[in-house]
Each structure stands twice: as C-alpha cells, then as structure tokens.
C-alpha cells in the first residue's frame, strides 16, 4: 500500500457558529502506480482531504500512512519527503523572486537535509537543463531567469516538474490546471499524464472536469459532503460517461442539480 | 556654510559606514524575509553594551566585537521564538525583544551610559600606526574593512543551500513547507543573523564613539530603513544580491550626509533630527506609491 486513509475525521472551528465538518471519516487505499482523479462540489472537502495528506493541518480523528510509516502526527515540512504537491494558484508552487534554478535546486533538496554547500553544481545544471527541455518552453535557455518572469502556464509547468524531480512516493495535484487558460491547462494535463506514467507516480489529482476525470488515471472517485461516495476504477471507469457521474451527483445531492462548474468541461 | 558642509562630510561618511552594517541586518529581515523586525533598535544598544563592557575589562577589542555580534544573534533569536514557537505576530514579537533589551542593556553595563576611557579600542590601534589620520579617516577605514567582510560573508551565506532557503521563505512559504524547508526555523536563524550584525553595528559605533549608552539604537529601524530606501532610489536599477547589499550601504551613508547637510543649514536642530529622519523615510516610502497611484490613474478625455 502506497497511501493508507483510515477514517480520517475533520472539523473547522469546532464548536463556533462557524463549524464545518470537512471530512466525516475518509477511507482510501492506493496501490503503487493508481492514478485516481477526484471530483465532487464546491466544499466537497476534496482540498481538505489533500490538505491532511500534507499535513497542512492535524487530522481530528484516524490515521495517515504513506508508504508503510505512520505520519499522521509529523509537520508538513517532515512529510514533504514523501509528498510532491501541485497547487491551483501558479503563484503558490514557485518563489517568484529567485532564478528557475534556484527554484529547481530547492526542488531537488526535498526532504535532504540543507547544509551550507554553496551554489549549484555544474552536474546539477545540466540535470536541470536536460529536465526542463522535457517541457519544450525553452525554459533550459532560461535558467538564470527570476521565475517572477514566467506566464501562468509556465510556473504550474515547472512547479510540476519540482514537484517530481525527486520521485515522491505520492503526488498530490490539486486543481492545478484550473486556473490557466484551456490551451495551457490542456499542455499541463499532458505534462502531468506524461511525468506520472514516466515515473509510474502514485498520484491523487483533484479536478473539476469531469471528462479529464474519466480520461486519465485508473481509478475515479467522488466526493460528497466529506465522504467518499462513488469509488470506481479499472475497465468499469473507462467506460463511464459525462452523465453517469452527473447522475450520481444528483442521486447524492438529493436531486439537486450539479453546478455549472462541474459540467463545463 | 559650504565650508562646514565640507568639513562635516568625513564624519558623516564614516557614520553612514559603520550604521551601515545594521542596515545589512535589517535588509535581511525587511527585504529578505519580509519582517518587520523592531528588536533592532534593543540590540543596536545592546551590541554597544556588550562591547563596552568586554572592552572596559581588559578583553581584545576586536573579541569583544564578536561577543557583542553573538549577543544580538541571541537577542533576534528570542524576537524568533517568540514569533515562530508561539505564533506572536513579529512586529509585537520585536517590541516585547525590544523593550526586555532596554533592561537587560542597562543591567549589563550597570548604568545608561559607559564611556570607554583608560582603554585601547579597534580605533585607537589603527590610529596609533596610522599617525597623522584624522579620527573619521580611521572610522572611515574600519568601516570599510568591515563592510567588505560582512558583503562577502552575506554574499556567501545566501547562496548556500541554507541561505536559499531563508531567501524562499520570505518569498513563498507555502512553496518551503512543501519542498520540506522548516520555516520556522529558517525565519529565527534570518532574525538572529540581522541582529547579529545590528549588534556588530551597534559595536563599532561604540567604540568609534568611545563610549556605549542605552538609548543609542533609538530609531535605529527608522535609519535603517532610510538606508535602504534611499538605496533603493539610487541604486534601484541594481537587481543582483551583492548590488541590493552595497546600495544599502551607499544609502546608509547618503543618509548620514543628508542629516549633516541639512544640520549645517541650521533649519534643524540636534534635538528635530529623529523628526526629520522619520519624514525623510515617511516621504520616501510614499512617493513610490503615490507616483503608482498617479500613473494608473484612468486619464480624462480632455
Ligand atoms: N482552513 C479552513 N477553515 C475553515 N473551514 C475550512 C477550511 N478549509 C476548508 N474549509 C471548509 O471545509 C469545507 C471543505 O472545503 P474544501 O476541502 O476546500 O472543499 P473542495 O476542495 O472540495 O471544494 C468547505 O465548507 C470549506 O469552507
Ligand atoms: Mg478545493
């Protein structure tokens, strides 16, 4: 087992006007290599669910394992040894103020320890060069360029790659095309099926497109109101269909209909 | 008039050097990592106490200025615990740093002011094999002996893998977290840094002033500050880490020549200076934005 959720439980503001119950007890299970898309509404608690994996925030109840160690009690920084992470926003993956190298040096330092070598080897640049040709957005060319310099696009194509530079036992992609125009979030969802079936990753991305949801990965599943309520993979997921999904999402919202941002697509 | 401005810039230049090294310390936590750190102006002081105290008992000059530098070290590691251990915001983190020093200053020298007297400082040796050099000439040469050393050692230091981390971290935490930097860590380690060389600062200006008084950081953050926007003015063009270190420089000792300009004109007095240094960066920080404001400003059809 890859990742292991065991009835993880999760409640903002507990006992406030405000208190949200994200997670009502979440159980998952990945095999090494399953891909599996996640969908469901706004608020389904599918950001949380990613959010506890990283350890963003403690879990209220149950258990995180990832890859046979138990990390449900370590700090996010500790279990990013594990954990490659694409956000929704560009912003948030790169440090904007730094070179593209620099960028990718951190990158590939995650979960070493830091010490007091200074600089970039010359080996290491041309690692960085020969990865980031993978991209073909003329980045190699670039490397000494401030990432604050980068389009959208850009960012989120080589947050991607910091992200598996170091092979992470899990990805966690997290609407990461979502907020890029449809060209370039096409070419980033290439990038994504392309690194994660290079490196047979195991992988957990969120998106809101239903048709990404059924076209890539092995596994699918639906998130309603904190719970897992639809889990399907194999030749049974390939042959699902825009409406099938909606009509389970209707069939858990009690008839409700699906918002328009889950069928755009 | 003109001939005491001539006369007043040495000094001037020398004091812009020497306080220039604590506008190293705040580029650190304002620019680097974005803090706005006011333990300065406690271990600004507290450099100069340590210093004069080491000195006064009989300790090498030049040891007692890296003991002052470890004591500010430690004084902006208790800003950082403070901030990161227990989530105070930094800036009140900074005052309480800030106001526990004014005691803790006092009480290591055992009164508000310790003249330097009977005794040899860095100064002094220099100025015993250079005879003949005016005093602000042999501040002027310690201060550039210094400057070079702590450019070079900063320069080096962010640009190891530790360094990068702490310049990630004021740019994109979240970024850190998830490539497993601690940074929490990283922000204590940049906050005692800063006031390591606040507090080196705060030495070298007690010894080339001969003597060390706890109220002599006063407003320390405001010069520094000062520094660095004027810095940034002048040398704005200057993208590069080395070039952003040198304009704080150069801005710190624009600074202490517009101060001793402006008091030869005689509009401003001893006592106005903390004003008018307070409106200089006031002005400075608010031109930029205002000159902003002004270009996106929606044009009217004439
Ligand atoms: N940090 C937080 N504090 C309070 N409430 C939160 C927080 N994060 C998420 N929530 C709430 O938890 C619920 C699930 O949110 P989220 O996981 O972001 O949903 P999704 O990603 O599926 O749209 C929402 O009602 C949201 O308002
Ligand atoms: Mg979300």
Redesign the interface.
């Known amino acids: 087992m890859m990742l292991e959720l065991k009835n993880v439980k999760k409640t903002f503001n507990r006992g406030t006007i405000n208190e949200k119950k994200a997670l009502e007890g979440i159980d998952l299970q990945m095999n090494p290599g399953d891909f599996i898309t996640v969908i469901g509404g706004n608020g389904a608690g599918k950001s949380t669910m990613l959010n506890m994996i ?1 350890g963003v925030y403690p879990v209220d109840s149950g258990a995180i394992v990832i890859d046979g160690k138990n990390v449900t009690r370590q700090p ?3 279990r ?2 594990y ?1 490659g ?1 694409v ?1 929704q926003d560009p ?8 070179e593209i190298q ?1 960028n990718l ?3 590939y ?4 320890r ?6 970039i080897s010359k080996k290491e640049k041309e690692i960085y060069h020969e990865t980031l040709k993978m991209l073909d957005l003329g980045l190699e060319e670039r490397m000494t360029s ?1 990432v604050g310099l980068l389009s959208g696009g850009q960012r989120q194509a080589l947050t991607l790659l ?2 598996t530079l170091q092979q992470p036992r899990v990805l966690l992609l997290d609407e990461h095309t979502a907020a890029l125009d449809p060209k370039t979030g096409a070419k980033v969802l290439d990038l994504t099926r392309e690194l994660v079936e290079k490196n047979q990753l195991t992988t957990l991305m969120i998106t809101h497109n239903m048709k990404d949801a059924i076209r890539l990965g092995n596994r699918l599943i639906m998130m309603h109101e904190g719970r897992i309520i639809y889990d399907v993979a194999g030749q049974e997921k390939q042959k699902l269909k825009v409406a099938d999904l909606l009509g389970k999402f209707e069939e858990a919202s009690g008839g409700e209909f699906a918002n328009d941002r889950m069928i755009l697509s | 008039m003109l001939a005491g401005i001539l006369s007043s810039l040495p000094g001037a230049v020398s004091q812009g050097i020497l306080w220039g090294i604590m506008a190293l310390g705040v580029y650190i936590t304002y620019k680097i990592l974005d803090i706005a750190d006011l333990t300065v102006d406690g271990s600004f002081a507290t450099g100069g106490a340590v210093c004069a105290v080491c000195v006064l008992s009989g300790m090498n000059p030049l040891l007692s200025v890296l003991l002052a530098m470890l004591a500010g070290c430690v004084a902006g590691a208790v800003t950082g615990i403070l901030h990161t251990v227990f989530d105070i915001p930094a800036i009140l983190a900074g005052i309480l740093t800030q106001l526990g020093l004014y005691s803790i200053n006092l009480r290591i020298m055992g009164r508000s002011n310790t003249p330097l007297l009977k005794v040899e400082t860095l100064f002094d040796k220099l100025s015993n094999l250079l005879p003949g050099l005016g005093s602000s000439y042999i501040a002027i040469c310690i201060g550039v002996i210094a400057v070079v050393l702590v450019v070079v050692a900063l320069y080096w230091f962010f640009g190891t893998e530790v360094g990068s981390e702490i310049r990630a971290t004021g740019n994109n935490e979240a970024m850190v977290k998830a490539l497993g930097g601690n940074t929490r860590l990283m922000k204590a380690f940049g906050l005692a840094i800063s006031n390591g060389l606040v507090a080196l600062s705060g030495a070298l200006v007690c010894q080339s002033q001969g003597y060390a008084d706890v109220t002599s950081g006063q407003g320390a953050i405001v010069m520094g500050l000062a520094a660095i926007v004027i810095g940034n003015v002048l040398m704005g063009w200057g993208k590069a880490f080395g070039t952003k270190m040198v304009s704080a420089i150069v801005g710190s000792i624009i600074y202490r020549i517009i101060i001793a300009v402006v008091m030869q004109t005689g509009f401003v007095d001893t006592q106005d200076t903390k004003l008018f240094s307070a409106l200089l960066v006031a002005v400075a920080l608010a031109v930029p934005v205002m000159v902003e404001r002004h270009r996106n400003k929606p044009k009217r059809e004439e």
């Open positions: 990283a996010d920084y500790k990013a040894a954990l992470r956000f912003m948030m993956g790169t440090a904007a103020d730094m620099e040096a951190m990158a330092r995650r979960g070493k830091r010490g007091l070598k200074w600089g401030k910091m992200a």
